[in-house]
């Protein structure tokens, strides 16, 4: 869950200066976020943001971004359910121009193509999505690109896994492993969890990787622990404007103070407002939380890095 909170952090703030940045930084930093909210189980953020991205791309009148910002669109649909959209598009999109330098893109349409394909998992669909997907593996090996070939691989050992293949789909996915350890690409796995997770268990108990798997499977694990999450150090701030249903200033402040656990007496003689008013704040705060308590909210607070001990 950190990593994604990570990544939320660094895309979001390249697109509040997406005007200072390159036109083509900027399609890979919207793309990156939208997956990344999406992955943190933060739809509305995702679709808003693809808005943002498609209106971003249109302003531009460029043709290529309009083009990779519709492939994430379709993509979009995929994580949402949507999958006969995703097809519709798939269906009626022209590939035949895309260039091999798109496969530098964070997002590659061609790629998002294979993926609907996997998808759909008809016999037809998972055969024509393998014979492409070792097209574009042969290509991003001749020019080293590690990324795309880590994402070729799992979506190979989709593909096989699909067909029945499981030794064969074992074999795409610890090479993709193998690729991802030296360079500690955690975030190529994010998107396929869900489908490869029983075989990055197996992959595990054989020894490929098994640090690796480990720490992919805990880190998108539900139940993660707080220790794994102290290993970062993002600013609690930023973290709290990446909720869902972020606090207010004083709410945050407020918090911070129920957390180190001070009275709502103590509190409101800080910061020289009534008791009455700690206690309204305190009440919106739970709520935000999904908490009833003050002891509930602060190891809510201390598991979301609202707050540090120490800080």
Not at 164 to 170: K, L, S, V
Not at 203 to 208: E, F, H, I, R, T
Not at 284 to 309: E, M, S, T, W
Request: proline share 3%.
């Amino acid at each position: 869950m950190y990593h994604r909170k990570i990544a939320i952090h660094h895309f979001a703030k390249a697109i509040e200066n997406r005007y200072l940045l390159d036109g083509n930084a900027n399609i890979d930093s919207y793309a990156g976020l939208i997956l990344s909210y999406q992955a943190s189980h933060q739809p509305e953020k995702a679709t808003h943001t693809m808005k943002q991205m498609m209106v971003f791309a249109r302003e531009n009148i460029n043709s290529e971004h309009i083009h990779l910002a519709r492939s994430i669109q379709a993509r979009l649909w995929l994580l949402q359910g949507e999958l006969k959209t995703a097809v519709r598009w798939q269906e009626t999109t022209d590939f035949s121009s895309d260039t091999g330098i798109m496969f530098f893109w964070l997002d590659v349409p061609r790629i998002t193509r294979c993926r609907v394909l996997v998808k759909e998992g008809s016999k037809a669909g998972l055969c024509k999505a393998k014979e492409k997907l070792k097209e574009y593996l042969a290509f991003n090996q001749e020019t080293r690109n590690t990324p795309q070939m880590i994402e070729i691989l799992l979506l190979l050992a989709r593909v096989s896994q699909k067909q029945g293949q499981i030794n064969e789909a074992m074999t795409f996915l610890g090479r993709a492993v193998t690729l991802a350890v030296p360079g500690n690409y955690i975030c190529a796995f994010i998107t396929h969890l869900t489908d490869i997770a029983d075989l990055l268990k197996n992959l595990s108990l054989q020894g490929a990787g098994e640090e690796f798997t480990r720490r992919i499977l805990s880190d998108f694990d539900p139940c993660e622990t707080i220790d794994d999450k102290n290993k970062f150090d993002l600013d609690p701030w930023e973290i709290n404007q990446n909720l869902d249903n972020p606090l207010s200033r004083r709410e945050f402040e407020i918090l911070s103070h129920i957390a180190r656990g001070l009275s709502n007496k103590s509190v409101a003689d800080r910061l020289y407002i009534s008791p009455e008013t700690v206690k309204k704040h305190s009440i919106n705060i739970y709520k935000k939380l999904g908490v009833h308590n003050r002891q509930k909210a602060a190891v809510k607070a201390f598991d979301l890095g609202l707050f540090k001990p120490g800080l």
